[in-house]
């Protein structure tokens, strides 16, 4: 069985695991918020400090990974992520927990970006789109791991339990599947090797469109339980509910992704993407029941499934500039606004409620209907 683990095959393992942990995180943030007897600001400032490690990391994931190849980066950063899990019911105070925070931001940061340029290397060597399908696997790693923290929290399993079950799994495999990475592929000395120059208009496109995409991504998975618990005012099993329904028309989407890319191209696709993110967040603010939270949630899981993917996809084979680089931007905007998005919205759910959270999302993707509407020509050329 061994011997038959490729390359492609351990990076979509990859991506499952990182995820996993993520719906770990997005299930049991009311039990961290009750641990640490915190507000919605206060889990506000821990996405935030998350973030700001992640972002740091980003910047300079070029440099890193140019000492420390990519399947060392991702091997190093998961085994700490396991570790770190395991940590975290034993802090009770919010500023210990935002530093803890912050390394936790660090080690992620530089796993997302070296397991996206793995992805983005393995599709230019099939020259056919995957990316979309790497991605199907983080979302379905989110699915699987809200469904069972959801499962786990319903026979009242305690915090730390969930935790080392998970851990005790997920740590083994996550060595095993590094060592079956892709090796870095060289990059052309007339590439940018840094984030910091021009950027063309096409990365600025790029970097606006996921970082609202990741704005909604991260604004669900971090919110979507406390919005079922609070506004609609279900629990046990039902508090997830939403995040469940929202991951599994992600896992479709992802999946049937690089089918449907190949047949509508990137533009027709990425303006189906944004009209079902729209319709999605119309219901969800509109209507306010169980019933309306799984239909408006899955539709706006289906929207944004593959906007992030295709980005990754475009910005890695941007004439110019290193694959690494591109992926960081792209990187940098989509972990970033995950993060920092959702710590804004917690500033709208303290003062507009928690009914509202999710208000910014609509002006956002409207917004970005029309950028990419205008840059019809540059997003076809790429692609």
């Known amino acids: 069985m061994i011997n038959k683990i490729n390359d492609a095959i351990s990076c979509r393992a990859l991506f499952f695991i990182i995820s996993f942990y993520i719906g770990l995180w997005t299930i049991r943030i009311p039990s961290i918020k009750d641990q640490l007897h915190t507000g ?214 992802r999946f049937t992704g690089d089918a449907i890319r190949d047949k509508l191209g990137v533009y027709l696709f990425f303006i189906i993407l944004n009209l079902f993110s729209i319709i999605g967040l119309i219901i969800i603010l509109m209507f306010n029941s169980v019933f309306s939270s799984i239909v408006g949630f899955s539709v706006l899981g289906f929207g944004i499934s593959s906007i992030i993917p295709l980005s990754y996809s475009l910005a890695g084979k941007i004439e110019g500039v290193s694959s690494t680089v591109g992926i960081s931007i792209i990187s940098i905007a989509t972990y970033g606004m995950f993060m920092i998005g959702p710590a804004i919205m917690g500033f709208v759910a303290k003062f507009y409620g928690i009914n509202n959270v999710f208000s910014p999302m609509m002006i956002l993707f409207c917004s970005c209907l029309l950028i990419i509407i205008f840059f019809r020509k540059k997003i076809n050329i790429q692609s």
């Open 40 to 253: 919605y600001i206060g889990i506000g400032y821990i996405l935030a400090t998350f973030a700001f490690g992640s972002i740091l990391v980003m910047i300079f994931a070029n440099e890193i990974l140019k000492k420390f190849p990519s399947k060392v980066a991702i091997s190093f950063s998961g085994i700490m992520q396991g570790i770190l899990w395991i940590l975290v019911p034993f802090i009770t105070e919010l500023d210990i927990f935002m530093i803890f925070s912050f390394i936790f931001g660090c080690c992620y940061g530089i796993f997302e970006v070296a397991i996206n340029l793995q992805a983005s290397n393995i599709e230019k060597r099939e020259k056919k789109s995957m990316m979309s399908g790497f991605h199907a696997f983080f979302s379905l790693g989110l699915l699987s791991g809200s469904f069972c923290t959801s499962i786990l929290l319903g026979l009242n399993v305690s915090f730390f339990s969930n935790i080392l079950i998970y851990v005790a799994v997920l740590l083994p495999l996550t060595i095993l599947f590094s060592n079956f990475l892709l090796q870095d592929l060289h990059t052309s000395s007339n590439e940018k090797e840094s984030i910091f120059f021009l950027w063309p208009p096409l990365i600025i496109v790029l970097v606006i469109i996921t970082m609202t995409d990741s704005l909604s991504e991260g604004g669900v998975d971090s919110w979507a339980a406390l919005y079922m618990r609070d506004a609609v005012n279900v629990d046990g099993f039902y508090i997830g509910i939403a995040t469940i329904s929202f991951n599994i028309f992600m896992v479709v989407g």
